[in-house]
């Protein structure tokens, strides 16, 4: 089974970086993966489109122990081909998380005609669709509509009724929570706000609390929604935009500097000539004091020669 979540980004090369740093596996469309930043940046200019939405994303997600590294990258190209055939495309998978998945990224232009890519209603259906026709074709489970919630018939009873369902209110906690964690840590301290709580991870499910009604029920009986996998897909979603907020941040702030190239010259130049006059300083003081040593060592070698004594030899014995 896998899953799909899309969006965009008005700067390509992050995505790239953010994903490519990461891979275990990479391949690319219409381009060489490897030089994938410069083949997008290219094109974009060769068509003037170079502002706005650079290029859309597409992270694909396949359920735990499902597909090795390879399998996933191949079946991401595959998507592709199928979704952005005259678009150049990378595709990195990640093998960090117990499911593992791939970040599919889209250059905004059409190689062949200069379009913009379309990431409306009907394109996201077509991926959705496309999506699940390659998981069929290779004999991987596909996720009905209908599983995306799951009521027991006791507890639609109680909907119907109008009743309240302890089940629904990890529903609704989970939901108001879930794209806003990185962690399952992060995800668990958001979710005890809202009277819930995780209980136990194992490698293909999780288990939530009712912390007021003290039951628990695991995630894939609430539904695919509330399963492992979706909930860490989530995770790498939003670990991903807050990298790119960061980014996006530190090119702000560094935008607020102006540099005042007149002054940082007019320094430059002041900064040079208190140089040469240190360097001038520095040589006729070296000059001063070879001058005194010379002349202290002439008057050393005069006091010398005043005092020194000969003595001569004769058959006497000695004498000055």
Known sequence: ?????????????????????????????????????????QTRALY?????????????????GEVTAKECNEIGLELAKKIAPD???????????????????INSVNLETGNKYQSNKEQRDFIKKAN????????????????????????????????????NDIRMAVEETKDNAVDFEEFNTLLKEKGVEITRVTKNNVTYRHIEEDKKVRGNKLGDSYDKGVIENGFAIEKF??????????DEYADTFEVD??????????LRKRRIARTEETKQASNKIYIRDERTTGLERKGIAGNQVEFEKDDGGLSR
Request: contains cysteine; proline residues 2%.
């Open 1 to 41: 089974m896998a899953t799909t979540k899309l969006g965009n980004t008005k700067s390509a090369s992050r995505a790239i970086n953010y994903a490519e740093e990461r891979a275990e596996e990479k391949s690319g469309l219409n381009c060489d993966v490897d030089y994938a930043k410069s083949y997008f940046k």
């Open 48 to 64: 003037g489109k170079e502002n706005g939405v650079q290029a859309h994303t597409v992270i694909q997600s396949f359920k735990p």
């Open 87 to 105: 678009y150049q495309v990378a595709v990195y998978t990640h093998t960090d998380k117990d499911h593992y998945h791939n970040h599919i990224i």
């Open 132 to 167: 699940d026709q390659l998981c069929e074709e290779r004999g991987l489970s596909v996720p009905e509509k209908s599983s995306e919630i799951r009521y027991t018939l006791a507890e639609q009873n109680m909907i119907d009724k109008d009743k309240r369902s302890w089940k």
């Open 241 to 250: 935009r807050r990298e790119r907020e960061e980014e996006r941040e530190y």
């Open 261 to 270: 190239w007149d002054a940082v010259a007019e320094n430059s130049e002041d």
